[in-house]
């Protein structure tokens, strides 16, 4: 009985400590969010941009130029049409930058 209770236990350690992928964690979803979390109302990143770049809100300030290509974004077609018109905000870029500082391979 204490042998076999022995090998039920190594066979649960060793699923708990083997190498799968963690499913909650990925770097197109969870990494920007953790970017947009860590900068609205708790960042110094949100008063560098105010105090010394001169931008009031970084939340719906916006860049007046980016290249798409150079920007891995979730951001449906018209949306990048309307950013490339109207200007792309600095919070979208920060979270696109969080998900393309994964690739290749993703460490979230």
Not at 91 to 104: F, H, I, Q, R, Y
Request: with cysteine; net charge negative.
């Amino acid at each position: 009985m204490m042998r076999q209770n022995k090998i039920i236990y190594f066979i649960c350690l060793s699923i708990l400590l083997s190498p799968f992928k963690a499913l909650g964690f990925d770097d197109k979803d969870t990494h920007p969010r953790f970017t947009e979390k860590a900068i609205i109302g708790h960042s110094s990143v949100e008063a560098y941009f105010r105090d010394v770049l001169g931008y009031k809100d970084i939340v719906n300030s916006t860049l007046p130029y980016v290249n798409e290509n150079v920007v891995m974004s979730s951001a449906s077609s018209s949306q990048l049409a309307e950013w490339n018109t109207n200007g792309w905000p600095i919070l979208e870029l920060l979270k696109a930058g969080s998900a393309s500082e994964d690739t290749p391979d993703c460490r979230a």
